[in-house]
Structures are given as structure tokens and as C-alpha cells.
């Protein structure tokens, strides 16, 4: 990669609940502003369950000067829940929204008035123009619902058909994945920024019961040696820490455009990835 490059990294967080939550999550956030990142992004629960979080974590992020993201879902929302939103985040001056369809929440059978996540990226350009920079979701390792590679292509091209400007991907452990998938949207015609998203690695269970949920690969061999740590977490995170940096090194002289890690509210796996890049 050129030296003159930029490293272009964020930051994902997820509301916190409690008082206690909210100071770990702010000494989180100012201790990765030292890394200067592009932006941070705050998500959005099911429904709506966390809106009010969202948007105080990302006022209070931006307040001390930095950027900031929130989340959108609009699974179990109606047209008018999301309009209410989108003037919500206008009239606070925000311009840049991550926009994801969602899970549905537990015990709730509709789905709402969206069924997809290109719907909302058309319904956010009819109500509000280009006022907003929308980012929206990709999976180089596949949907859990997707059928087909082709599907999984076709599906997100809708979205950026709809008006989305840049994409950020599921983790993943495999470059090889990335590149292959960004070679595929390419012969389709995709030709926006695809960010790639990172998972540092410091609890093996908790890993995999987010990437069996969410469909993301551990490699065999990867599973293998966290697996023979058992309950040595030093040795989990020295090791994670040493996949997942080589695994971004490898995005970045490839040409990724930027990394965006999913910090699970934590600064030292991130803070210590980023700084063994040279950020």
C-alpha cells in the first residue's frame, strides 16, 4: 500500500443501558479518538428498543467534535416510525446513517411495512433527497437467508440501486473472501466502497455464537487453536490479536478502502490492532 494512503478506520458501539454502561462505553469512544478514526457508528435495536440511546451516544460523540453514525433498522417499523426518525437525525444536523433491515425481534411475527433493507434505502432518498450519506450492509461469506452467490449479489445491488453510497461488510477471517466478492460486485456493476468489517478475537465461545448466528466462517484452523486454549484468555487474545492484524494488513495492501471494527463497547483489542498498523 502507498505510504501516502490514508488508513481509513471506524468504529461500531452499541448503546448502552445502564449508567455504568454508558461511562464504560465514553471512556471506550475517547480512548479510540486518539486513532482518529473517519467516523464512529452506534446501533439500533430491533424495533426501535434503543433509539433513545442511539441518538444520545451519537449527540454526545459528535458534541466533543468527532463524527458520528446512527443506525437505522426498519424491521417492525412502519413508513411513518421511520419518517419521525430521519426528521429526528435532521434536526440534530446529522448527515451520515447506517441503514440495515434488521432482525425481527423475539415474539414478534410481522415484519413491518419494509420487508428489505433496499426498501429503506428508497424510502430514506424519497423522504429526504441526499441529505443523508447511507451505508448499508454486505456479506462476502453470504446472508444466513441468501440461496445463491448470484442472490446474494443481486440483493445487494438494490440497495445501492436505491441510493446507498458506500457498503461494510460482515467479519470475516478470510481475505480471499473480500477480494473475491469485491471482484463479483464489480462485474455487476457495484462500483461504491466496500468497507471491510473486522471482528477482533477475545472469547472464543462468544465468537462462535456470533458467527453461527450471522453466518460468518471461522477458518478450521483458527477454530482449532482457539479451541486448544480452553479457558486461557491471554493466550486467545495474543493470538486473535496476531490473525486479525495480519488479516487487516493483507485488506490493506489490497486495496480495501478503510476497516470498521465491531469493538463489542471495548477499546484495547481495536486500539492495539490499529496501533500495529501505524495508525
Known amino acids: 500500500?502507498?505510504?501516502?494512503?490514508?488508513?481509513?478506520?471506524?468504529?461500531e458501539f452499541f448503546p448502552p443501558?445502564?449508567?455504568?454502561?454508558?461511562?464504560?462505553?465514553?471512556?471506550?469512544?475517547?480512548?479510540?479518538?486518539?486513532?482518529k478514526p473517519q467516523f464512529f457508528s452506534v446501533t439500533f435495536g430491533a424495533g426501535g428498543s434503543t433509539r433513545e440511546g442511539t441518538l444520545e451516544t451519537v449527540l454526545e460523540i459528535?458534541?466533543?467534535?468527532?463524527?458520528?453514525?446512527?443506525?437505522?433498522?426498519?424491521?417492525?417499523?412502519?413508513?411513518?416510525?421511520?419518517?419521525?426518525?430521519?426528521?429526528?437525525?435532521?434536526?440534530?444536523?446529522?448527515?451520515?446513517?447506517?441503514?440495515?433491515?434488521?432482525?425481527?425481534?423475539?415474539?414478534l411475527a410481522a415484519?413491518?411495512?419494509?420487508?428489505?433493507?433496499?426498501?429503506?434505502?428508497?424510502?430514506?432518498?424519497?423522504?429526504?433527497?441526499?441529505?443523508?450519506?447511507?451505508?448499508?450492509?454486505?456479506?462476502?461469506?453470504?446472508?444466513?437467508?441468501?440461496r445463491s452467490?448470484?442472490?446474494?449479489?443481486?440483493?445487494?445491488?438494490?440497495?445501492?440501486d436505491a441510493g446507498a453510497n458506500t457498503a461494510i461488510t460482515?467479519?470475516?477471517?478470510?481475505?480471499?473472501?473480500?477480494?473475491?466478492?469485491?471482484?463479483?460486485?464489480?462485474?455487476?456493476?457495484i462500483s461504491v466502497p466496500i468497507v471491510a468489517g473486522i471482528m477482533p478475537i477475545a472469547n472464543f465461545s462468544q465468537l462462535a455464537r456470533f458467527s453461527d448466528v450471522c453466518g460468518a466462517e471461522i477458518p478450521r484452523w483458527i477454530r482449532f487453536k482457539l479451541e486448544s486454549f480452553r479457558d486461557d484468555s491471554a493466550s486467545i487474545r495474543a493470538f486473535g490479536l496476531d490473525v486479525v492484524t495480519r488479516l487487516c494488513e493483507q485488506l490493506l495492501a489490497?486495496?480495501?478502502?478503510?476497516?470498521?471494527?465491531?469493538?463489542?463497547?471495548?477499546?484495547?483489542?481495536?486500539a492495539e490492532i490499529c496501533r500495529r498498523l501505524g495508525a
Open 111 to 146: 415484519a413491518g411495512e419494509f420487508r428489505y433493507a433496499s426498501e429503506l434505502v428508497a424510502f430514506i432518498r424519497e423522504s429526504t433527497g441526499d441529505w443523508f450519506t447511507i451505508d448499508v450492509a454486505c456479506y462476502p461469506e453470504y446472508h444466513p437467508q441468501t
Open 149 to 160: 452467490a448470484a442472490d446474494e449479489i443481486r440483493n445487494f445491488k438494490k440497495k445501492i
Open 170 to 189: 460482515q467479519y470475516f477471517y478470510s481475505a480471499d473472501a473480500y477480494f473475491r466478492f469485491v471482484d463479483d460486485c464489480r462485474a455487476a456493476g
Open 17 to 35: 443501558k445502564t449508567p455504568q454502561g454508558r461511562e464504560k462505553l465514553r471512556a471506550t469512544w475517547h480512548e479510540l479518538a486518539k486513532i
Open 254 to 270: 489490497g486495496g480495501a478502502p478503510g476497516l470498521h471494527f465491531y469493538t463489542l463497547n471495548q477499546a484495547p483489542l481495536p
Open 62 to 107: 459528535r458534541a466533543a467534535g468527532h463524527e458520528a453514525a446512527p443506525h437505522i433498522s426498519c424491521v417492525a417499523s412502519t413508513r411513518a416510525d421511520v419518517a419521525a426518525q430521519l426528521e429526528q437525525y435532521r434536526s440534530h444536523g446529522i448527515r451520515h446513517i447506517v441503514a440495515l433491515r434488521g432482525d425481527l425481534p423475539s415474539g
Open 1 to 11: 500500500m502507498s505510504a501516502t494512503r490514508r488508513r481509513n478506520f471506524s468504529f
